[in-house]
T-cell receptor, first 113, second 118 residues
């Protein structure tokens, strides 16, 4: 069975602090895909990144970086020098090779000025 | 380009009433999904479809039915609404798993439909 766990329900930081959002997943598939989505207060869901199970290379995009470790079944997301505009709910998601795509419970990030 | 359109955006139902949520996409996507979002529960998959004429159950399918008669449309039905179905419903679509890593299931979401069951 597939499962995605985001143990951090809410995180509050002060602007310019670094913050890491944790994501742990479970799957029996050897081929799978991991995602992060952002949901700002306006409510829309925005795609941030996709990783496939064969690519453990970490990725950096501006202030965002992602650490994928198959050994610990984790796909963590770090925001460096956080900004107020980063305040949102962040979802980690897992897609199997059958197309089923499930999300974690989400982490609400509040960045205070 | 409209992307993914959900109708209606808001609806209030009485317990026992039925209704259908319509999701339409104009991107020729193969895969379509229905999720519900509740506080503290994240996005939970109700049903999904990997192609016209196919549907599959997600994590929380009970009380819902779906149909994908046309590739561009994915309907979510509530036959007898219950207060527990009060939620925000999101439809999403994707190209599917595609060829290799490049096509892998990046979702485009609709704006959401807020349903209240009294």
């Amino acid at each position: 069975a597939q499962k995605v766990t985001q143990a951090q329900t809410e995180i509050s930081v002060v602007e310019k602090e670094d913050v890491t959002l944790d994501c742990v997943y479970e799957t029996r598939d050897t081929t799978y895909y991991l995602f992060w989505y952002k949901q700002p207060p306006s409510g829309e869901l925005v795609f941030l990144i996709r990783r496939n199970s064969f690519d453990e290379q970490n990725e950096i995009s501006g202030r965002y970086s992602w650490n994928f470790q198959k050994s610990t079944s984790s796909f963590n997301f770090t925001i460096t020098a956080s900004q107020v505009v980063d305040s949102a709910v962040y979802f980690c998601a897992l897609s199997s090779n059958t197309g089923k795509l499930i999300f974690g419970q989400g982490t609400t990030l509040q960045v205070k000025p | 380009n409209a992307g993914v359109t959900q109708t209606p955006k808001f609806r209030v139902l009485k317990t026992g009433q039925s209704m259908t949520l319509l999701c339409a996409q104009d991107m020729n996507h193969e895969y379509m999904y229905w999720y519900r979002q509740d506080p503290g529960m994240g996005l939970r998959l109700i049903h999904y479809s990997v192609g016209e004429g196919t549907t599959a159950k997600g994590e929380v399918p009970d009380g819902y039915n779906v149909s994908r008669l046309k590739k561009q449309n994915f309907l979510l039905g509530l036959e007898s609404a219950a207060p527990s179905q009060t939620s925000v419903y999101f439809c999403a679509s994707s190209q599917g798993l595609g060829q290799g890593a490049s096509g892998a299931n990046v979702l485009t979401f609709g704006a959401g439909s807020r349903l209240t069951v009294l």
